[in-house]
């Protein structure tokens, strides 16, 4: 089996529908794919409406948080998503993107590049508006080469010069609301420091203890030495260890599939998560 936990969509920041990524997914050779979107649930209808035949999908979400002033990324699966108390969370997070992106476009003009609101709505069209949103337009004004390149000191990473806060979860409520929806937890490319500054060893230990679940390692911008050295941590912590390409469809260069999780793996978060089940192709109506 081929398994891809983690992948965008125009519901967030991804540049393919719902229905096309479901579709690519097949096409890519993949048995499993997970469509996790930033704080939101809105394009798992239409995946599951147009899953092809021997394509499972794994709903999601990908929900932002914030310890002891660093930014996280926290991977939620098979969560009921009509949870009251997660849903307001979600919705908290949603509804602060927009401000939040205005204040870095304001903060770019003031930096002197020649960015305006309306090229980023058009870039993040129906999609929940992000940093890669941003990082695109700076990409269209050739300000940088690539989405990657904006996400440094100098441009959108954590503390950089247009970052701006938004409204995060506190992780270890993060893991409270997504177990009480019946979900599990994954903390997403916990070591990728070319993003900025990264969430201690100690800080994952807590983490853990608190009742998180696993840890991706295999991600793109993990190397070889950081995966061996979270594989050896998540060993030590007890934790799941996943791998996932973090698809953007054209927004990153990294495809479908490119890293996968782990069968056995797979199979103990379907077992732990009693929320939601994986949904199994039956043959959709194709993408959109």
Same mark, same amino acid.
């Given at each position: ?78 969560? @009921?998503? +009509? *949870? /009251?108390?997660? #849903? &307001?969370? =979600?919705? !908290?997070? $949603? %509804? ?124 793109? @911008?993990? +190397? *070889? /030495?950081?995966? #061996? &050295?979270? =594989?050896? !941590?998540? $060993? %030590? ?52």
């Amino acid at each position: 089996m081929r398994i891809d936990l983690h992948t965008h969509s125009t519901a967030s920041d991804g540049t393919d529908t719902p229905a096309q990524l479901v579709a690519n997914a097949a096409a890519a050779g993949l048995d499993v794919v997970a469509l996790t979107d930033h704080d939101t649930v809105r394009g798992h209808a239409e995946a599951a409406a147009a899953l092809p035949e021997g394509l499972t999908l794994v709903t999601g979400a990908e929900l932002s948080c914030r310890i002891d002033g660093v930014g996280l990324h926290m991977l939620a699966y098979l969560f @009921d998503p +009509d *949870e /009251p108390e997660l #849903a &307001r969370e =979600r919705e !908290l997070v $949603r %509804d602060d993107r927009v401000p939040r992106a205005r204040t870095m476009v304001r903060k770019l003009q003031e930096l002197g590049v020649p960015v305006e609101w309306e090229q980023v709505a058009r870039i993040a069209g129906d999609g929940s508006v992000g940093r890669p949103h941003v990082a695109t337009a700076l990409v269209e004004l050739g300000v940088v080469e690539t989405v990657s390149d904006a996400f440094t000191p100098q441009w959108l990473a954590d503390g950089g010069r247009a970052y701006a806060e938004k409204h995060e979860l506190d992780p270890f409520d993060a893991i409270r609301l997504v177990k009480a929806a019946g979900g599990v937890t994954v903390f997403a490319h916990p070591a990728a420091v070319k993003r900025g500054e990264v969430v201690p060893e100690s800080s994952m230990a807590r983490l853990a203890a608190a009742g998180l679940d696993g840890i991706e390692v295999d991600h793109m @911008d993990h +190397d *070889e /030495p950081t995966r #061996a &050295r979270l =594989r050896g !941590l998540a $060993r %030590d912590l007890g934790l799941l260890t996943t791998g996932s390409s973090d698809y953007h469809g054209r927004r990153k260069t990294v495809g479908l599939g490119e890293y996968t999780t782990d069968p056995e793996i797979y199979g103990e978060i379907t077992r732990r998560a009693t929320g939601a089940f994986p949904v199994p192709g039956a043959g959709g109506r194709g993408p959109a």
